[in-house]
């Protein structure tokens, strides 16, 4: 969900993304996890 807020829906100035100190760190955590990296993947982007 944050990610999509962030990226997809560039809300990241409504909620003040760039005042957040953890949530950033915490996101790239969560996205550099094998298994999340896989989960992006599915369905195949073509």
């Known amino acids: 969900m944050v990610r ?3 990226g997809y829906y560039d809300a ?8 957040l100190k953890s ?6 955590r969560c996205l550099a996890r094998p298994a999340v990296q896989r989960g992006l993947e599915i ?4």
């Open 4 to 6: 999509n807020l962030v």
């Open 12 to 19: 990241g100035e409504l909620v003040d993304y760039a005042s």
């Open 23 to 28: 949530v950033p760190v915490w996101l790239e």
């Open 43 to 46: 369905p195949a982007r073509v």
